[in-house]
């Protein structure tokens, strides 16, 4: 069964930094488009970022373009967003999600496209 697990979510100062795990386990990484989402309170879940199975392509939300990173790293099962010159409106819970490259190439960071999701971790942004 596929199990994805956030961690790394803590209260940063604005113009701080954290970076995000999502381990994978159950099934090998190397098979999933994964995407970054996250909510915020009385706000709808929306993309922050995806990677494709292979690393190649990349997406970015226009509010975090330039700030954000994620990578991947296959042998650890593991997908990473490294977060920096964080702001408060950063404010969220961060989910990551999967979906088998097999569905199709990745096109869109849209919440809607993945099919499996962890529990998120909670990210606060305040001086």
């Known amino acids: 069964q596929l199990q994805l697990v956030e961690s790394g979510g803590a209260l940063a100062h604005p113009g701080g930094s954290l970076k995000l795990s999502c381990v994978l386990s159950g099934h090998s990484l190397e098979w999933y488009h994964i995407g970054w989402f996250r909510q915020a309170p009385g706000k709808e879940r929306e993309g922050v970022s995806c990677?494709?199975?292979?690393?190649?392509?990349?997406r970015y939300s226009d509010s975090v373009k330039d700030r954000f990173t994620i990578s991947r790293d296959d042998a650890k099962n593991t997908v990473y967003l490294q977060m920096n010159n964080l702001k408060p409106e950063d404010t969220a819970d961060y989910y990551c999600?999967?979906?088998?490259?097999?569905?199709?190439?990745?096109?869109?960071?849209?919440?809607?496209?993945?099919?499996?999701w962890g529990q998120g971790t909670q990210v606060t942004v305040s001086s």
């Open positions: 990677i494709s199975r292979s690393g190649v392509s990349t």
């Open positions: 999600a999967a979906r088998l490259a097999t569905t199709g190439p990745l096109s869109r960071c849209s919440p809607n496209s993945f099919t499996s």
